[in-house]
């Protein structure tokens, strides 16, 4: 069984090929950002992959979800905002759902507006529920 460490950076050179190999795949430009951005921060990169991926694929709810998160994570709070409100709006039944509402918890949390901080994290915490 692999180590947390071997597995973080298999993921990590894993997420790295997705982005140096997947240029014409939206998914996969996403997903491996939001690899990037949660086990190493390198925000710039993920930013970079999130804009190629939402450039390819400009209704990818899912892009504009994780971006959400990573964005919100990086000190960003107007553009997780607004990629969440983007991806909820494109994809309002999708069962990732819980994604742009967790970005939209954590934006609303660092900008000190508690209550919609509250009130997207249960939206976050019913779609995983369901």
């Given at each position: 069984?692999?180590?947390?460490?071997?597995?973080?950076?298999?993921?990590?050179?894993?997420?790295?090929?997705?982005?140096?190999?997947?240029?014409?795949?939206?998914?996969?430009?996403?997903?491996?950002?939001?690899?990037?951005?949660?086990?190493?921060?390198?925000?710039q990169a993920?930013?970079?992959?999130?804009?190629?991926?939402?450039?390819?694929?400009?209704?990818?709810?899912?892009?504009?979800?994780?971006?959400?998160?990573?964005?919100?994570?990086?000190?960003?709070?107007?553009?997780?905002?607004?990629?969440?409100?983007?991806?909820?709006?494109?994809?309002?039944?999708?069962?990732?759902?819980?994604?742009?509402?967790?970005?939209?918890?954590?934006?609303?949390?660092?900008?000190?507006?508690?209550?919609?901080?509250?009130?997207?994290?249960?939206?976050?915490?019913?779609?995983?529920?369901?």
């Amino acid at each position: 069984m692999a180590s947390n460490g071997e597995s973080r950076a298999a993921g990590l050179r894993h997420a790295r090929l997705a982005i140096a190999n997947g240029g014409d795949d939206a998914t996969a430009l996403a997903v491996a950002a939001f690899v990037i951005g949660i086990l190493e921060q390198d925000y710039q990169a993920a930013f970079n992959a999130f804009d190629r991926a939402m450039a390819l694929s400009p209704s990818s709810a899912q892009a504009f979800g994780f971006s959400s998160c990573i964005r919100a994570w990086a000190g960003d709070s107007p553009t997780s905002v607004e990629h969440a409100e983007t991806a909820i709006r494109l994809s309002p039944f999708d069962p990732l759902i819980f994604f742009p509402y967790t970005g939209l918890a954590y934006a609303h949390l660092f900008a000190g507006r508690f209550e919609e901080a509250i009130n997207a994290a249960g939206r976050a915490a019913q779609a995983i529920a369901v």
